[in-house]
């Protein structure tokens, strides 16, 4: 347990260092995800420092572990949604296969741009 008074006087401190601190109101739920897993928060008490360009958030509460459900895991395909448009896009602009675009795309979260810079990083290290 700590003591609050020590607390106030630690939260001066900081003030007096240029942190800014601020208690964010109302929070229902905190929700961190992991790729397999999620850790909510529920009613968590949220404290926000702020230090330059910087912000630090302070979740405490009662936590729970949940495990996401199947499909849900982060980097799976079924996360991300790509067009045709997109594939046909990289298809034409690296001349590659629609399965080798889509690879990239998703790979590259669906972020055209990434997906033809993987594409022609991996160009450039078959051709040497």
Same mark, same amino acid.
């Given at each position: 347990?700590?003591?609050?008074?020590? *607390?106030? %006087?630690?939260?001066?401190?900081?003030?007096?260092?240029?942190?800014?601190?601020?208690?964010?109101?109302?929070?229902?739920?905190?929700?961190?995800?992991?790729?397999? %897993?999620?850790? #909510?928060?529920?009613?968590?008490? #949220?404290?926000?420092?702020?230090?330059?360009?910087?912000?630090?958030?302070?979740?405490?509460?009662?936590?729970?572990?949940?495990? *996401?459900?199947?499909?849900?895991? %982060?980097?799976?395909?079924?996360?991300?949604?790509?067009?045709?448009?997109?594939?046909?896009?990289?298809?034409?602009?690296?001349?590659?296969?629609?399965?080798?675009?889509?690879?990239?795309?998703?790979?590259?979260?669906?972020?055209?741009?990434?997906?033809?810079? *993987?594409?022609?990083?991996? %160009?450039?290290?078959?051709?040497?």
């Amino acid at each position: 347990m700590f003591n609050p008074r020590e *607390l106030q %006087k630690q939260l001066k401190q900081l003030k007096r260092m240029g942190v800014k601190i601020d208690q964010l109101q109302n929070v229902q739920r905190t929700v961190i995800e992991l790729q397999d %897993k999620q850790i #909510v928060i529920e009613n968590p008490e #949220v404290i926000v420092m702020e230090f330059g360009t910087q912000k630090f958030f302070y979740v405490s509460g009662n936590a729970r572990e949940e495990p *996401l459900k199947s499909g849900e895991e %982060k980097g799976t395909e079924a996360t991300i949604k790509i067009s045709d448009e997109d594939v046909q896009f990289v298809v034409e602009y690296l001349g590659i296969s629609r399965e080798d675009a889509q690879n990239l795309l998703n790979e590259a979260g669906g972020d055209i741009a990434k997906a033809i810079e *993987l594409g022609q990083a991996r %160009k450039t290290r078959s051709s040497k």
